[in-house]
């Protein structure tokens, strides 16, 4: 038997019997650990947050100030949202005989005041706007001091008999303000309820309006006769639509809905709506379907794709240096971030599976103008105005010239239009939350990266690094509230290194930092190194854990590299002079933050050994010893020969040959010779003691 050195001639042909019982193995391989996630899920976090003891609708941050817009109150929250003032907007009494603001304050109260919107206008003064449910959705203005609530509060729309004062409406109303030509016009798009019970001549809000300020600033009032649109009476109760977000960008202002694919279809999509905020007519308008797909290959390389119809939550922001070179957009480019679900069939109702899909706004006005330009477009089905006239009738049914820009100046052409076609985005983590219901999302950038969180709707918040090239494995994953993450949320300093994300969980605000809300959740050393620069994580040797410099002694704490576990070696001892190959399992070897994209096998000295990884930031290290190394639990030893039976056989050979003794598999090879052949070792057996 060599081992390596050492060598043992039998002069009968014969075989060696090898029972292999309790050896590891001639060779040897390191399991791989066993980790489901490189995130500890379990893990929780105490964070900054604020109790309502009614439901949280609406979010809104202005000059540092948080306020709340939650059932019957209105409340104001410093930065580390601690309550500074509070204003009651209800219960109030409601009746038809009652005011729209005030309800009747001699009787008791008959219904809550649910919060659907709330935004800021600084063009004239600092002033808050407060929508509810009472009054069939008037909303309130309050003139901020001091951040205080209740010195100035008028409610709009309390003389105003031409029906603009019904602004919000109780399927869902989101609104955008924008300052055009010493104006501040507001676009509100109200959701249309599946199965309606009011008749069409007694509805009270607009699908989509244009309205502005009146001089005296205690009503709104349209900015033209013809600035609304509502759906078609033929389709109350049997068009649900759902407005889902809004923003503006440029000259144009934007919603998000979710809505039937078409009058007679029952299945539902998602559509991006645009209109010039210039427009005092609602005379450029059109609408896009919007879609994000997931290809999954399956064992044949067949793709199957997969469509994610149902919008959840959307964010425009802009996007960090990393991101913009991948997309080719410029610094100022707005940036759509999507969260998608695939629909039950024929309903809107989410799935628990999402993807997220991420488009420049740039890009949808490209795709605006080429469908346009190319003619797949349609007359608007679903919506009709007061008055309505016709625009361009006829041009949607062949190409229009190049030279039709579709913009929003004075001598564009006014059209109406539904595109036919749809451009469908790839989910940007390539399915990784296929199996997820994600409910929010927010997008900001910090240092080069783009940074995203995303609520579900199980409570948990996921934050990402959106990337087109580097690794988008989520580097924080914990449960938040075991209630789901609403949609709206709120961006709390955005240019500032600490900058937060305002979450709502029911009655709950939460406030979770952009840069993550800690690091113990990084189950092990090479995994909180390679985290993303921004979170700060850095390895604490004493206390085994992932954390922050102020959660360690300074003595303790890496950033660079990890301490070297060893688990197991074999083989588990080695001939005293020979030359043996070891193969030694454990963590962390060799490990640097500084050599992980090298492209080189790392080196690491072992016993006074250079010995080479297996493979980049593997747990395997073999080392090719000349004597014994000195490694805990491996032992020098040479093999000694016990017994051989049977002692004699026949001339002819075929016996088969059992030899016994100690140490039979020291070293990483075994060679057995008989009358200067090599003979097949068979089976192996190690028997203790």
């Known amino acids: 038997i060599t081992s390596p050195a050492i060598t043992l001639i039998v002069a009968a042909a014969s075989i060696l019997i090898i029972q292999q019982t309790l050896w590891l193995g001639i060779e040897g391989q390191c399991k791989e650990p066993r ?34 817009g939650a059932t019957n109150k209105l409340t104001a929250l410093s930065e580390d949202l601690k309550k500074t003032h509070e204003y009651k907007t209800g219960p109030v009494h409601e009746g038809p005989r009652c005011s729209a603001c005030e309800g009747c304050r001699d009787q008791p109260p008959n219904a809550n005041n649910t919060s659907m ?19 069939n959705g008037v909303c309130s203005r309050h003139l901020l001091e001091d951040g205080e609530l209740d010195v100035e509060v008028n409610c709009l729309g309390s003389h105003n008999k ?81 407005y889902i977000y809004s923003f503006q960008s440029g000259a144009y202002v934007y919603f998000l809905t979710v809505q039937r694919e078409g009058g007679t279809s029952k299945a539902f999509h998602t559509r991006i709506v645009r209109m010039c905020s210039s427009d005092l007519e609602l005379l ?74 991420v488009i420049s706004v740039a890009e949808i006005n ?27 009738e006829g041009e949607h049914c062949f190409p229009l010239p190049l030279s039709t820009s579709f913009g929003c100046g004075k001598h564009e052409k006014g059209y109406r239009l539904e595109v036919t076609r749809t451009h469908p985005r790839k989910d940007w983590f390539n399915g990784r939350f296929r199996n997820v219901l994600l409910t929010s ?114 003595s303790h704490w890496s950033q660079d590299s990890c301490p070297l576990l060893i688990t197991k070696v074999f083989p588990a001892a080695a001939p005293l002079k020979g030359h043996t190959n070891i193969t030694i399992c454990g963590k962390n070897f060799g490990f640097s933050k500084k050599d992980r994209f090298d492209g080189k096998l790392i080196e690491v000295d072992v016993a006074g050994a250079k010995c080479k990884m297996t493979k980049k930031d593997s747990n395997t290290v073999k080392c090719n010893f000349r004597g014994t190394p000195n490694i805990p ?27 016994r003794g100690s140490y039979l598999n020291s070293g990483s090879s075994r060679k057995v010779t008989i009358g200067g052949a090599t003979c097949c070792v068979c089976i192996f057996a190690c028997h203790r003691g």
């Open 284 to 357: 450029h308008y059109v609408e896009m379907p919007f879609e994000c797909i997931y290809s999954e290959k399956g064992r044949r390389k067949r793709s199957t794709q997969m469509v994610f119809n149902i919008l959840q939550a959307a964010h425009v922001a802009k996007a960090g240096n990393d991101l913009r070179r991948d997309m080719d957009l410029k610094e100022e480019d707005d940036v759509l971030f999507a969260a998608f679900a695939r629909s039950k069939p024929d309903s809107p109702e989410p799935t628990a599976s999402s993807t997220v899909c």
């Open 441 to 554: 999302i927010a997008v900001v950038p910090m240092q080069d990266h783009t940074v995203a969180t995303l609520g579900t709707a199980d409570g948990r918040i996921i934050q990402v690094v959106v990337s087109r090239f580097g690794n988008t494995e989520p580097h924080v994953d914990f449960l938040l509230d075991t209630r789901p993450v609403s949609s709206e949320v709120a961006v709390l300093s955005p240019e500032r290194p600490d900058a937060s994300l305002l979450l709502v969980t029911g009655n709950k605000v939460s406030k979770v930092p952009v840069i993550g809300p800690g690091c113990e959740h990084l189950w092990n050393c090479s995994t909180c190194l390679l985290a993303p620069a921004f979170m700060g994580c850095g390895w604490c040797r004493n206390r085994n854990l992932c954390t922050r410099s102020p959660q360690c002694a300074a």
């Open 162 to 242: 031409d029906g603009s004062r019904y602004v919000a409406g109780p399927a869902g109303t989101q609104i955008v303000n924008v300052e055009v030509g010493g104006v501040v016009r507001f676009f509100v798009a109200n959701s249309e309820p599946l199965n309606s019970s009011l008749p069409s001549s007694s509805r009270l809000h607009h699908t989509i309006s244009i309205r502005k300020m009146w001089e005296t600033q205690d009503r709104f009032e349209f900015v033209s006769e013809h600035s609304y649109m509502d759906l078609t009476p033929g389709l109350h109760g049997n068009y649900p639509l759902h």
């Open 633 to 659: 639990n491996f032992q020098p030893a040479n093999p000694v020969i016990k017994g051989i039976f049977p002692e004699f056989g026949p001339k002819s050979g075929g016996t088969r040959l059992t030899i």
């Open 117 to 135: 919107a709330l935004l800021m206008e600084t063009y004239y003064d600092p002033e808050l706007f407060s929508c509810g449910t009472v009054g």
């Open 35 to 68: 980790e489901i996630s490189k995130l500890n899920l379990s893990v929780t976090y105490d964070l900054p947050h604020f109790v309502s003891n009614t439901p949280v609708q609406k979010l809104l941050v202005f000059n540092g100030s948080v306020y709340v």
């Open 366 to 392: 490209s795709f605006f103008k080429d469908f346009i330009q190319k003619g797949h477009t349609k007359p608007l089905y679903h919506l009709s105005g007061t008055e309505m006239k016709p625009f361009n």
